[in-house]
Nanobody
Framework: QVQLAESGGGRVQPGGSLRLSCAAS????????MSWYRQAPGKERELVAR????????SYADSVKGRFTISRDNAENTAFLQMNSLKPEDTAVYFC???????????????WGQGTQVTVSS
């Protein structure tokens, strides 16, 4: 059974930090591209950060560059999102996503976690 379990969310003051974790099970974690998305109330879900299967490549939304860092531990089947210098506009539900595209095919495996709430407020 595939599971992605996010943790580490909470309430923090502006300028503070949080570290989100995404524990994966039920699939070959080390072959999947991992991403963090977020969705604020009344807004569409947006991509925050992405990391390749071997952690050799990362990318970030412009709004979080220089403040957030995505990483992964393939031995522990876990992805992380370190969030520093948090702003009120970072308030959202953060979701973990795992994607694997079978080479030379269009077959895609796409899994989502349930999300964890991050609230940045004074």
């Amino acid at each position: 059974q595939v599971q992605l379990a996010e943790s580490g969310g909470g309430r923090v003051q502006p300028g503070g930090s949080l570290r989100l974790s995404c524990a994966a099970s039920g699939f070959t974690f080390s072959t999947y591209t991992m991403s963090w998305y977020r969705q604020a109330p009344g807004k569409e879900r947006e991509l925050v950060a992405r990391i390749s299967s071997n952690a050799g490549s990362t990318s970030y939304a412009d709004s979080v560059k220089g403040r957030f860092t995505i990483s992964r531990d393939n031995a522990e089947n876990t992805a992380f999102l370190q969030m520093n210098s948090l702003k009120p506009e970072d308030t959202a539900v953060y979701f973990c996503n795992a994607v694997f595209i079978v080479p030379f095919t269009k077959r895609t495996y796409d899994y989502w976690g349930q999300g964890t709430q991050v609230t940045v407020s004074s």
